[in-house]
């Protein structure tokens, strides 16, 4: 029961994704991002967010785990992955492996996009499952978070579409404030991020009416600094320990 942000879009866009990408797009360098999970104020679990960038492609990765002694309770296994163009930032695949609890199985989740035809198809531990049509514009679940570091404003309300290869949702996202946020990795120019979205699966759901909250670093990069949020049992924290 870990890492609601890192499975959580980041929503993104307002009126014009076109004219917004053209005027803001930012690089997100090749760059390795670690954290601290804690549930309830409890040591839980490590994450890693990595960009890899490789000729006409960048790979998005996140890994995570839940800590030994957690282990015995409920364990977490995450490996997910998103393939964007280095050009567009479109998808063209999202793959995720999973395994949560003591009695879970492994899953394998595949999404592979098909930009010149529209539609996505998904793939669950290696059988065909459906296929949906989509816009050009819409993001895979990882892919969304680095579409708002790259194309974002603070200032604006933004809108996204984004899609599990099961359905397709409308995620948005609103700036509550600007603050200085201290975590293990340092003290950070921040802004506070209230991203909304319904529908799409994740390792697990927050509770009836719960907020995500995320502090960005208010400059060009836009660091996922720090994650707060309600869920089923408890709160939990994310804080960025080095980058």
Same mark, same amino acid.
């Given at each position: ?20 990408? &053209? ?81 879970? &199985? ?46 974002? &404003? ?73 994650? &707060? ?15």
């Amino acid at each position: 029961m870990l890492l609601a942000f890192f499975v959580t879009p980041m929503q993104a866009s307002t009126s014009s994704l076109s004219s917004l990408e &053209k005027e803001s797009r930012q690089e997100v360098p090749q760059e390795e991002l670690r954290y601290r999970i804690t549930w309830s104020g409890i040591p839980a679990g490590e994450a890693v967010l990595d960009t890899i960038k490789s000729g006409q492609f960048i790979t998005y990765r996140l890994t995570a785990r839940s800590l030994p002694y957690i282990d015995a309770i409920y364990p977490v296994r995450i490996h997910e992955e998103s393939i964007v163009t280095s050009d567009a930032h479109r998808p063209v695949s999202f793959y995720k492996r999973s395994r949560e609890g003591l009695m879970g &199985k492994e899953g394998v989740t595949q999404v592979l996009f098909n930009a010149k035809s529209g539609y996505v198809e998904l793939w669950k531990n290696g059988r065909f499952r459906g296929r949906l049509i989509v816009s050009e514009d819409v993001q895979d679940p990882l892919s969304c978070l680095f579409w708002y570091r790259t194309n974002g &404003k603070p200032e604006h309300d933004v809108r996204l579409r984004i899609t599990d290869g099961k359905k397709i949702i409308t995620g948005t996202a609103h700036m509550i404030k600007r603050e200085e946020i201290e975590t293990p990795a340092g003290i950070f120019d921040t802004f506070l991020l209230n991203p909304r979205m319904e529908g799409l699966s994740g390792v697990f759901k927050k509770s009836p009416g719960a907020e995500i909250m995320v502090w960005l670093t208010d400059d060009a990069r836009k660091i996922p600094v720090l994650v &707060k949020s309600k869920v089923v049992v408890g709160y939990f924290s994310a804080e960025l320990i080095s980058r």
